[in-house]
């Protein structure tokens, strides 16, 4: 799956803490947004189970691929590198495995920033929280992108009850 076009994130890029957790400061989801993109997120990736996550703040909400082995060269995330693709932060904002041919594109689209540890190898982006429904499906592409990279499959489309990306 192609990485998909991005348009230009507005504004200022929102502050965000230098160290482990690495957590969004400002420009956070507004609860309605959050509420979305976690509704979006539980009908939208099959084959995919939620919990805590493994490797984020107490409360956050990681998914996982639900007893299936990641896609062919697939690298999730630490402390396994085969389960866990993303997870959701209280402040909105979510940290997932991309294809790191596609980290290029998503870092120069201003929707994002490197984690802490990306340059010790670890395979790990923020994608910055939705703030209004038009980031929300922005979200849903990028999330999407990183659920084919995790499963070989593309995240189910039309979702009775929630609106599309």
């Given at each position: 799956?192609?990485?998909?076009?991005?348009?230009?994130?507005?504004?200022?890029?929102?502050?965000?803490?230098?160290?482990?957790?690495?957590?969004?400061?400002?420009?956070?989801?507004?609860?309605?947004?959050?509420?979305?993109?976690?509704?979006?997120?539980?009908?939208?990736?099959?084959?995919?189970?939620?919990?805590?996550?493994?490797?984020?703040?107490?409360?956050?909400?990681?998914?996982?691929?639900?007893?299936?082995?990641?896609?062919?060269?697939?690298?999730?995330?630490?402390?396994?590198?085969?389960?866990?693709?993303?997870?959701?932060?209280?402040?909105?904002?979510?940290?997932l495995?991309?294809?790191?041919?596609?980290?290029?594109?998503?870092?120069?689209?201003?929707?994002?920033?490197?984690?802490?540890?990306?340059?010790?190898?670890?395979?790990?982006?923020?994608?910055?929280?939705p703030?209004?429904?038009?980031?929300?499906?922005?979200a849903?592409?990028?999330?999407?992108?990183s659920?084919?990279?995790?499963?070989?499959?593309?995240?189910?489309?039309?979702?009775?009850?929630?609106?599309?990306?």
């Open positions: 799956m192609m990485f998909p076009a991005l348009p230009t994130r507005e504004g200022d890029r929102p502050h965000t803490g230098p160290e482990v957790p690495h957590l969004q400061l400002s420009q956070t989801s507004p609860a309605e947004v959050r509420g979305g993109l976690l509704q979006w997120m539980a009908a939208a990736l099959p084959g995919t189970a939620w919990g805590r996550s493994k490797v984020s703040a107490p409360r956050s909400r990681a998914v996982f691929l639900d007893g299936a082995a990641p896609a062919r060269g697939a690298v999730l995330m630490p402390p396994r590198g085969d389960e866990e693709f993303a997870h959701v932060h209280a402040d909105g904002s979510l940290h495995a991309l294809d790191p041919a596609d980290h290029a594109a998503f870092l120069s689209s201003g929707w994002g920033e490197k984690h802490p540890l990306y340059d010790r190898g670890i395979n790990v982006v923020m994608l910055y929280a703030r209004d429904r038009a980031e929300l499906d922005v849903k592409k990028v999330i999407g992108a659920y084919a990279y995790a499963t070989g499959r593309a995240p189910v489309s039309d979702v009775p009850g929630v609106p599309a990306a």
